[in-house]
């Protein structure tokens, strides 16, 4: 680790494996996911995918107005074998029925020590936009 200044929320940024974090939670958090995909539960680790929410426009009366972005902190998949092996049957019958011929699920995770009125309106227009994609809110 690798400890900087404090953001306005009180949290230190943080760097792990020349990756710098918003919080020292944030940056576990990297491990343990790391572990994950080490362990073949997880693949595809990215770090702060990128999603449009509205795309960019070009209108008479406003000019150019740009794309509204969402940025996660961390994307993946959890592949099925994991969730089988480690949360059962039902979760994985749960699963068949919402993910029919699925071996993985696509997953955006968010760390949040506080939640903002523009993360929680992004937030909802993400679920709108993604709905395939799973939402997955994390503290510490």
């Not at 539960?41 to 990215?46: N, P, R």
């Not at 949360?87 to 029919?100: F, N, R, S």
């Not at 903002?116 to 994609?133: D, H, M, Q, S, W």
């Not at 939402?135 to 510490?140: C, D």
Request: net charge positive.
């Amino acid at each position: 680790y690798r400890m900087k200044q404090r953001t306005k929320f009180g949290s230190v940024r943080t760097v792990v494996d020349g990756h710098t974090f918003h919080s020292k939670g944030e940056a576990v958090r990297y491990q343990e996911l790391k572990l994950l995909e080490m362990g073949n539960y997880i693949s595809g680790l990215e770090l702060q995918p990128r999603y449009t929410l509205v795309p960019s426009a070009d209108l008479i009366w406003y000019g150019k107005l740009r794309a509204i972005t969402y940025v996660g902190d961390f994307s993946y998949k959890v592949l099925k074998h994991s969730v089988i092996k480690h949360l059962g049957q039902g979760l994985a019958a749960k699963w068949a029925t919402l993910y029919p011929g699925y071996l993985s699920i696509p997953v955006c995770e968010d760390f949040k020590g506080h939640r903002t009125p523009e993360y929680k309106l992004k937030r909802a227009l993400f679920v709108r936009k993604y709905g395939e994609i799973y939402h997955l809110e994390t503290s510490s």
